[in-house]
T-cell receptor, first 113, second 116 residues
Framework: QKEVEQNSGPLSVPEGAIASLNCTYSDRGSQSFFWYRQYSGKSPELIMF????GDKEDGRFTAQLNKASQYVSLLIRDSQPSDSATYLC?????????????FGGGTRLMVKP | NAGVMQNPRHLVRRRGQEARLRCSPMKGHSHVYWYRQLPEEGLKFMVY????????ESGMPKERFSAEFPKEGPSILRIQQVVRGDSAAYFC??????????????FGQGTRLTVV
């Protein structure tokens, strides 16, 4: 069974702090990795994607990928109450068959003013 | 610059009825994916389609569920003889490509199906 694992949380951080969200995946051959944000009752919204080992920064968000250890993380700097949502890690585990995504269960982030 | 469009947003069906969910991908996108999210659970892949072709339906239940993406018009996910366990949010996503660059999938607003 190919899996993506996330701590369900809630992860609570104070406003202005760095929120660190982690994700591990089981398929060593996975090629592409995505972070989505989902507010309650809404659809997933793409935040970042990463394909190569290392860090990728976009504004307050940094995605980190370590294929050897099979983990991907998302850092949110200067966290705001509006960042409070569920963050979904998604992995494309079968590169040859389109971009079907295997999702983790999500980590609920709460940013307290 | 419309995103992925799904309709209806909410659908109520009685047990045994049919549900039809529609998805129009983003302009320029030819790859469509359907996902299901049960209450308080994560998203599960159901089916991947390109125009007139089902590429992978490994996540779709073998009975009662079918999907199509005709040459003209939206992709349709069809659930026959719905049961209470089919109540969920059904999300459609589309991408421009399926490998290399521009494979990011963007989601529609979803159809929330309630079976009573």
């Amino acid at each position: 069974q190919k899996e993506v694992e996330q701590n369900s949380g809630p992860l609570s951080v104070p406003e202005g702090a760095i929120a660190s969200l982690n994700c591990t995946y089981s398929d060593r051959g996975s090629q592409s990795f995505f972070w989505y944000r989902q507010y309650s009752g809404k659809s997933p919204e793409l935040i970042m994607f990463i394909y190569s080992n290392g860090d990728k920064e976009d504004g307050r968000f940094t995605a980190q990928l370590n294929k050897a250890s099979q983990y991907v993380s998302l850092l949110i700097r200067d966290s705001q109450p509006s960042d409070s949502a569920t963050y979904l890690c998604a992995v494309n585990m079968d590169y040859n068959a389109g971009n079907m995504l295997t999702f983790g269960g999500g980590t609920r982030l709460m940013v307290k003013p | 610059n419309a995103g992925v469009m799904q309709n209806p947003r909410h659908l109520v069906r009685r047990r045994g009825q049919e549900a039809r969910l529609r998805c129009s991908p983003m302009k320029g996108h030819s790859h469509v994916y359907w996902y299901r999210q049960l209450p308080e659970e994560g998203l599960k892949f159901m089916v991947y389609l390109q125009k007139e072709n089902i590429i992978d339906e490994s996540g779709m239940p073998k009975e009662r569920f079918s999907a199509e993406f005709p040459k003209e018009g939206p992709s349709i996910l069809r659930i026959q003889q719905v049961v209470r366990g089919d109540s969920a949010a059904y999300f459609c996503a589309s991408s421009r490509n399926d490998r290399g660059a521009n494979t990011e999938a963007f989601f529609g607003q979803g159809t929330r199906l309630t079976v009573v």
